[in-house]
Nanobody
């Protein structure tokens, strides 16, 4: 099993920056595809960005050019650098770890961290 713990959320003004971290423990971090998701009140959860074991990145169009996902396998940690934040980025951000092989997938979630963008 994998335990995930997010940190770095908070209140920030529009145009500001935050850096989220997702610390993993309990298994081999490098084998997992990692992702950041967010869910705003009254909306469905959506993918923000993901990063594969080989470093291939997929980002939502709404955050391209503003958010940067990265991972440090030596520290068992994934990051989300969020710049030029907008009020519409307000949401609970959660990290996800997924490991799929033939016949099965393991999928783990953190508890989430609140990001609020407001003046």
């Amino acid at each position: 099993q994998v335990q995930l713990a997010e940190s770095g959320g908070g209140l920030v003004q529009p145009g500001g920056s935050l850096r989220l971290s997702c610390a993993a423990s309990g298994s081999i971090f490098s084998r997992y595809v990692m992702g950041w998701y967010r869910q705003a009140p009254g909306k469905q959860r959506e993918l923000v960005a993901s990063i594969t074991t080989g470093g291939i990145i997929n980002s939502a169009d709404s955050v391209k050019g503003r958010f940067t996902i990265s991972r440090d396998n030596a520290k068992n940690t994934m990051y989300l650098q969020m710049d030029s934040l907008k009020p519409e980025d307000t949401a609970v951000y959660s990290c996800d770890a997924k490991w799929c092989r033939i016949g099965t997938c393991d999928d783990y979630w953190g508890q989430g961290t609140q990001v609020t963008v407001s003046s």
